[in-house]
């Protein structure tokens, strides 16, 4: 049994935080389906190191250009080319898993991070362009996409919720989930045919509070304001997923909202290189990982039960942060909004490095 597989005996699903032209036809992706791997993430950062970072694309982009293509198009061809065929490997991993895993997830634009009615075209036209039971839409969770993802739910979507940082952002995000829900059954649909995510950012939160960690002269706290955030979450996925509101919904088949472990890289090389891998262990939860932290856990990683340890020592821990005079919700608030900024900037360079192939 691979490590993979191990942590999905303990409820957790591994997903693979990547994607390129040469990972999908090489066999690659394949080879990890086979050690158990059980989904697929992209974003527009992952999308600019495919194109921009290698002559995979020029050929294609060449052509289209001589068709007449805009950039934009010719971004999008690329990009659904391989989503389609990533999803295709995958859909017997979301036959037996029976819909609860074996996705591709693409994002919308980052140009409608603000725009309500922009998210829920585009993400239709996405889905329909894709034509494929295991496909995710990712929104942002920014008060403009969560209306986006009450109404993707309620149309028979599934939806990954993307740049979470905060509980309190957590909270909102799972409650229009479970609107979406209920319009959907309301409009006669099958609750069981939707599923969704909501990815909760984490090494970046580490990131950011160190830094005021060194001014608060709060040192010893460094490096655990990431798990102790998750651990928290969790605690909240457990309260919102129980209970007769709950309870009505998953008699009619809807599934849960799993967290989803987003950001799981190391930013800090002082840190050890599975931290938030090894740390949040436990279900039912995905954890998305890029291609280096999953070669460390593979390699070293602990496959044991850890997301539902110490959840007093999270909720301690952020307790004093906030009597340091750390204002967490304020720092994730800015971090949010910097991914917004920061796949935005991604989309622009890659709209730069096709027109530069395309010369």
Known sequence: MSKIEELATLGQSIWYDDISRRFVQSGELQALIAQGLRGITSNPAIFEKAIAGSADYEEEIKKMSAAGLETEAIYEELALKDIAQAADLMLPVYTAADGQDGYVSIEVSPKLAYDTAG??????????LLGRRNIMIKVPATAQGLP?????????????????????????????????????????????????????????????VDAELDK??????????????????????????????????????ARPQRLLW??????????????????????????????????????????????????????????????????????????????????????????????????
């Open 148 to 208: 986006a993802l009450t109404e993707l739910i309620a149309a028979g979507l599934s939806v990954n919720v993307t740049l979470i940082f905060n509980i309190d952002n957590y909270r909102r995000v799972a409650a229009a989930y479970l609107e979406g829900l209920k319009a959907l059954s309301r409009r006669g649909g099958q609750l069981s045919g939707v599923s969704s995510v909501a990815s909760f950012f984490v090494s970046r939160i580490d990131a950011a």
């Open 119 to 128: 998210t829920i075209a585009e993400a239709r036209r996405l889905h329909k």
């Open 262 to 359: 987003a950001s799981t890289g190391v930013k800090n090389p002082a840190y050890p290189d599975t931290l938030y891998v090894d740390g949040l262990i436990g279900g039912p939860t995905v954890n998305t990982v890029p291609p280096a932290t999953l070669k460390a856990f593979l390699d070293h990683g602990t496959a044991a039960p850890t997301l539902e340890k110490d959840s007093a020592w999270a909720l301690e821990h952020l307790a004093q942060l906030a009597r340091l005079g750390i204002d967490l919700g304020t720092i994730t608030d800015r971090l949010q909004t910097e991914g917004v900024d920061a796949f935005g900037k991604s989309f622009e360079n890659i709209m730069t490095a096709i027109r530069a192939k395309e010369a």
């Open 216 to 253: 608060a002269g709060g040192a010893a706290l460094k490096g655990k304001t990431a798990i102790a955030n998750a651990k928290n979450s969790y605690l909240a996925f457990k309260e919102r997923f129980a209970g007769p509101e709950w309870d009505a919904l998953a008699a009619r088949g």
